[in-house]
């Protein structure tokens, strides 16, 4: 398994856009993707599943404004941020599972990590 790389990560103003990347060697092979985040003294917090056959789901605290996406072709996976709010700013990792019938917003069904790309929300 080759390492999961995110891109995309920067600086935005409140009410802003920013699209992350990111690059997972053999794609097809995961039953479970998604994006979660880190702020400093907080808990990693699952922001955007992508289950294999479709289903997404998302934190409350970004519906209507995330969207996660992912393109088997590119081996890629997406997180479309909109109407970014402060609150907003974290690390934000990229996690792929191999558990097939087990993708949820908990840690245990995720099994491959990224480094992480940091976003920050600026007022």
């Known amino acids: 398994q080759g390492p999961l790389v995110e891109s995309g990560g920067g600086s935005v103003q409140a009410g802003g856009s920013l699209k992350l990347s990111c690059q997972i060697p053999e794609y097809y092979s995961f039953a479970c993707m998604g994006w979660w985040r880190q702020s400093p003294g907080k808990e990693r917090e699952a922001v955007a599943i992508?289950?294999?056959?479709?289903?997404?789901d998302y934190a409350d605290s970004v519906k209507g404004r995330f969207t996660i996406s992912g393109d088997v072709r590119e081996n890629a996976l997406y997180l479309e941020m909109n109407t970014m709010k402060v609150e907003d700013t974290a690390t934000y990792y990229c996690?792929?599972?191999?558990?097939?019938?087990?993708?949820?917003?908990?840690?245990?069904?995720?099994?491959?990590w990224g480094q992480g790309t940091q976003v920050t929300v600026t007022s």
């Open positions: 992508l289950h294999g056959g479709g289903f997404t």
């Open positions: 996690a792929t599972g191999r558990k097939y019938g087990f993708c949820a917003r908990v840690r245990a069904a995720f099994d491959y």
